[in-house]
């Protein structure tokens, strides 16, 4: 999966063992070049069993990994670069390409194609050749060229050429072994040179019409294709996702299908399996017991009795029961039944750090294990699947108009997907887009109003105490957000829109293995990046409540979250831990809500809601923000996006009062 | 790129248009790095650059300058937009002036002579060059000029 920090990853073993085998053999370099999404990542996978993230849409890989590995007695380095169509230095992807070729001048190019489109791939070959690099040519993905009835004559290929012609199906790891081999036959192409004429603004045009040209004649002479008879039923279903009807009712079935395993069976019965029946009924009482042996002042415990009703949801109101267990437990409050003397005192103090009611064992590691662990798992795996299928380029063929409207183009939608996954992924995804307009529009409405999945995983915990109208509410109004500014800015921000030009690529039987290890990985991310943040957050605010400096922050805090938003003056602890991490206020926000006899009303909880979800999603972000534009761009945003939550919160409150009202009269 | 070759300042009283670097001024201006004032060349008047505030405003309140309109091919020529689902037809060239446009569709394959076949129109056109399924809107389809083929 992509890192979101270093900028060049190196998956590898320490250098020192590389200097030892580096003694014996001098290392070669291998560069894994081809066009967008024809399995390069998969390939370097194959040949180095390093996983980097593999997506079945153009654009996954936007950072160079390396990695080494040892084809029989020799070491090479093998590098994965993204994906390019052309190698005139007009992208970003083009120029990274181009100064890792002249950066490593004795690498062996492996050029990766799609041998579907033979045709684009022997572009980019003779714009390699006249590099005039040892080369070997892989043909990627040749069961789905057999499957559409289409037939690559190799020898010929590869004698017309000059170099080693391989074919491979990557994603079943065929043909790895030939191209080992084939790396030490590895030659220059013959040369080939067009005759455009150089430095006019035309000429990357011009001379890719005279390259393409010689490439239709190769392939008269090398390829054949005889089109079957019916579609195979992922051509119709690829087809079917673009249809302005069909696609409008897949859509929504994805849609639902995903608020179903996630919204639903994440957010509810996992939640409740493992927030009551886990933390709540067992991990707790433990805790408190373990605490209150090793930590002994005067106190006793409050006993409650938890009920755990586990039950498979069918639609939001209706639910099959599965089977309900009450435990009656200790519960975090206590008191004292003593006198505490200093000593005492300090243990109190511990005690109440570990396990009091806003302890780190039963607060913060409750939440991010119970309640946002599930909703992120059901997310990335559903993610995962989504993205493999080829899904997701077909949804920016319906959304391009409405995107259009915010000065950006149907493109722009894969990021903003993504975001729900992590928006500090996302935002470096962005890179996809072509103009710094667009990257900046998205970027920042990422960082506005689309919520990442730990968020969504408290707000939908949060939504729970309210109607489903009140969801679609939020829903509303979070899309009327993104519309509203993506409009504004659209006009506010210089420069053009790109054009909306994105190739499909076609819909695939989603790889299990693959689905799986990529879940595994993005999960492996949120616990190393959120639950550190989780507990130094609870400290924090545990220290601080403590000092008594919370209540004078929130006095601080006062005229803006009492008077403007009309909520309790305890939630602005919540909206300063926002600041961090927006996720985590909101884990205050519905330790605000829920409960016994909850502080918030329906009404209030709705704006706290509506607020949180349009903070910042975390510092990370703003770091990412800082790293792809400037500092100064990362501060404007973020002066922008905390005073319009508010803004956009308190008119929500005065809106909601003024309806109360007028329905009452 | 080319939009940023093109900024050329008109000179607001005698209609002369030069380059930034081409205005005339004085040496050992106080202003230094903070003027945005540009000097005529031919008529040596003086007047302030369109200052970015200015323009930002313009656009949020929708008076944009106005670009001119991309030229379109002549009456009787086939664009992609005129052709229906279905449709095949032959690339016959490749209208509108950015270049690098044309070279992102070069790099599918789109080149004169090459074939096309469209699939779809609405919401986006969807376009099949040869295994390479392409999306593209109005704009770009209207850049593309085809015959059409049986």
Same mark, same amino acid.
């Given at each position: 999966m992509i890192s979101p920090f270093p900028a060049e990853r190196r998956p590898s073993r320490s250098s020192e063992s590389f200097r030892a085998s580096a003694g014996r053999q001098p290392v070669s370099t291998v560069l894994l070049i081809g066009n967008p999404n024809v399995g390069k990542s998969l390939l370097f996978k194959n040949l180095t069993h390093r996983y980097v993230n593999v997506s079945n849409f153009p654009g996954t890989t936007v950072e160079v990994t390396r990695a080494r590995s040892a084809f029989g007695a020799k070491d090479a380095?093998?590098?994965?670069?993204?994906?390019?169509?052309?190698?005139?230095?007009?992208?970003?992807?083009?120029?990274?390409?181009?100064?890792?070729?002249? *950066?490593?001048?004795?690498?062996?190019?492996?050029q990766v194609a799609d041998a579907k489109n033979l045709r684009r791939a022997l572009l980019l070959t003779l714009q390699l050749a006249e590099m005039g690099r040892p080369m070997v040519l892989v043909l990627n993905m040749l069961d789905e060229l057999r499957a559409r009835g289409g037939r690559i004559d190799r020898a010929e290929l590869s004698r017309v050429l000059g170099i080693p012609v391989v074919g491979a199906v990557a994603l079943r790891n065929e043909g790895t072994g030939e191209l080992v081999e084939a790396l030490s036959q590895a030659r220059p192409p013959h040369a080939w040179h067009g005759q455009a004429e150089p430095s006019t603004a035309d000429e990357p045009y011009e001379r890719n019409r005279e390259r393409l040209a010689r490439v239709n004649d190769i392939l008269a002479a090398t390829w054949s294709m005889s089109q079957p008879s019916h579609a195979p039923l992922s051509v119709r279903l690829g087809f079917w996702a673009m249809h302005p009807v069909k696609g409008l009712f897949f859509l929504l079935s994805v849609l639902f299908l995903t608020f179903w395993f996630v919204g639903l069976l994440g957010a509810g019965t996992l939640v409740d399996l493992l927030e009551t029946g886990l933390f709540h009924q067992r991990v707790t009482p433990l805790a408190i017991r373990a605490a209150d042996a090793v930590l002994p002042f005067p106190h006793v415990h409050e006993t409650e009795a938890v009920e755990l009703a586990v039950a498979l949801p069918v639609t939001p109101i209706h639910e099959v029961g599965i089977f309900t267990s009450t435990r009656t437990v200790t519960s975090p409050a206590y008191h004292l039944s003593g006198k505490t003397g200093a000593g005492g005192?300090?243990?109190?103090f511990v005690h109440d750090l570990l396990v009091g009611p806003y302890g780190a064992f039963t607060m913060a590691l409750s939440y991010a294990f119970a309640i946002v662990l599930p909703i992120v798992t059901t997310f990335f795996l559903l993610f995962s699947l989504l993205e493999d299928s080829g899904y997701l380029p077909r949804m920016s063929i319906l959304v391009n108009r409405i995107f259009k409207l915010m000065g950006l183009n149907g493109k722009a939608v894969l990021p903003m997907i993504l975001g729900l996954g992590c928006d500090t992924m996302a935002t470096m995804t962005t890179r996809i887009l072509e103009t710094r307009k667009e990257r900046l529009v998205t970027t920042m409405l990422l960082?506005?109003?689309?919520?990442?999945?730990?968020?969504?995983?408290?707000?939908?915990a949060m939504m729970a105490s309210l109607s489903p109208g009140a969801a679609f509410a939020w829903l509303g109004l979070m899309v009327g957000v993104v519309l509203l500014v993506g409009w504004l800015s659209a006009r506010a921000f210089p420069g053009e829109a790109g054009d909306f030009l994105l190739e499909i690529p076609p819909m695939r039987r989603p790889q299990l293995a693959n689905v799986w290890i990529k879940t595994v990985g993005r999960l492996d991310w949120y616990l190393k990046e959120v639950i550190p943040l989780f507990v130094v957050g609870t400290l924090a605010l545990?220290?601080?409540?403590?000092?008594?400096?919370?209540?004078?922050?929130?006095?601080?805090?006062?005229?803006?979250?009492?008077?403007?938003?009309?909520?309790? *003056?305890?939630?602005?602890?919540?909206?300063?831990?926002?600041?961090?991490?927006?996720?985590?206020?909101?884990v205050y926000l519905l330790d605000a809500a829920t409960g016994p006899n909850p502080l918030l009303t329906p009404h209030q909880i709705f704006v706290s809601m509506v607020t949180i979800t349009l903070f910042m999603p975390c510092i990370a972000n703003f770091l990412m923000i800082?790293?792809?534009?400037?500092? *100064?761009?990362?501060?404007?945003?973020?002066?922008?996006?905390?005073?319009f939550a508010f803004l956009v919160g308190g008119i929500v409150h005065h809106i909601g009062l003024w309806l109360n009202n007028w329905l009452t009269f | 790129m080319a939009e940023q070759l093109a900024d050329l300042l008109t000179c607001p009283l005698c209609g002369f248009e030069f380059e930034r670097a081409d205005s005339l001024c004085g040496h050992g201006c106080p202003l230094g790095a903070a003027c945005n004032l540009a000097r005529c060349p031919v008529c040596e008047y003086e007047f302030p650059e369109k200052p970015a505030s200015v323009s930002w405003l313009r656009r949020l309140l929708g008076k944009a300058e106005a670009t001119p309109p991309a030229?379109?091919?002549?009456?009787?020529?086939?664009?992609?937009?005129?052709?229906?689902?279905?449709?095949?037809?032959?690339?016959?060239?490749l209208a509108g002036d950015s270049p690098s446009r044309r070279n992102n569709l070069a790099v599918f394959g789109l080149i004169p002579g090459s074939e096309v076949r469209l699939l779809q129109r609405y919401p986006s056109f969807v376009l099949r060059i040869g295994e390479t399924v392409l999306a593209l809107d109005g704009e770009v389809a209207g850049d593309i000029v085809v015959r059409r083929r049986p």
């Open positions: 380095e093998i590098v994965d670069s993204p994906g390019i169509n052309d190698l005139s230095p007009r992208s970003d992807e083009a120029r990274v390409t181009r100064a890792l070729l002249e *950066k490593s001048p004795g690498a062996t190019v492996v005192e300090i243990l109190r960082a506005l109003a689309v919520p990442c999945s730990a968020q969504l995983g408290v707000l939908l545990f220290l601080l409540d403590r000092l008594h400096l919370l209540s004078a922050l929130s006095r601080f805090g006062e005229p803006l979250v009492t008077g403007w938003l009309g909520l309790p *003056k305890e939630t602005s602890a919540a909206f300063l831990i926002g600041f961090l991490r927006r996720d985590f206020g909101a800082a790293r792809e534009h400037s500092l *100064k761009t990362a501060w404007a945003m973020a002066g922008f996006i905390f005073p | 030229p379109c091919p002549g009456d009787g020529l086939l664009t992609v937009k005129d052709l229906s689902p279905g449709d095949l037809g032959e690339v016959l060239s």
